[in-house]
């Protein structure tokens, strides 16, 4: 059996030694009276696009569940594993959060997985990430279909269509719509280019995508 990855235990020594340190207390009360976040976020797996990172947010801030570029499936309660579903769940039933952003990313594998399914370079039937893609199967084909765009503009058109596609899959949960309908609940949408350290964040009235002020 191979060892643990060197890479790792190094970063948990600099864990221990720096920041362990510094937030001790914290961490502890956290341990001790649990986690309040106000903010779950959706985001990918992708490595590049943490949102701890991005929004520098502390240990208990944000609740955050991630997938293959960051879908949200429709409710869907038949018996079978939902883990997105079940995330979202306990997050707002469990832990009361008051927004839940869906955040999408530049350059994401998933969606150029499903530009190029729609392109008709199908993927293998059994594959768990085709059919995990397959939610955007409509909308894939529409941008995919549009030549006039270029290929990174389809990219990053399908990127932000699939997080406008997974605010409206959230409103399909009965306790969110709910929620929302009454205002304790807010909705948000958000993408960011890994290249630039861009945040576009989505309107939630026309969809669109613009640059929050940072000064």
């Not at 362990?20 to 956290?30: H, K, M």
């Not at 409509?138 to 932000?160: N, S």
């Not at 958000?190 to 630039?196: E, L, N, Y």
């Amino acid at each position: 059996m191979k060892s643990f990855p060197t890479k790792l235990l190094n970063g948990y020594r600099e864990f221990i030694d720096g920041r362990f340190q510094n937030e001790r207390e914290n961490i502890r009360d956290l341990a001790d009276k649990g986690q309040h976040p106000s903010t779950m976020i959706i985001a990918c797996c992708d490595s590049r696009a943490a949102p701890e990172m991005i929004f520098s947010a502390n240990p208990g801030e944000l609740f955050v569940v991630r997938n293959v570029a960051n879908l949200v499936p429709q409710y869907a309660p038949d018996g079978r594993h939902h883990s997105t579903s079940a995330a979202i769940e306990f997050a707002v039933k469990g832990l009361g959060v008051s927004n839940i952003v869906v955040m999408g990313h530049g350059r994401c594998g998933g969606i150029q997985a499903a530009l190029s399914a729609a392109d008709g370079n199908k993927l293998d039937e059994g594959d768990f990430i085709g059919k995990w893609m397959s939610q955007l199967g409509p909308v894939a084909e529409q941008v995919a279909a549009a030549g006039i765009m270029t290929e990174g503009e389809r990219q990053t058109a399908l990127e932000r269509v699939g997080v406008r596609q997974s605010i409206k899959s959230l409103r399909t949960f009965p306790y969110i719509s709910a929620l929302a309908e009454e205002g304790k609940l807010n909705l948000h949408g958000a993408w960011f280019d890994i290249s630039s350290a861009e945040l576009w964040v989505m309107d939630g009235e026309t969809g669109d995508f613009t640059r929050p002020e940072t000064n």
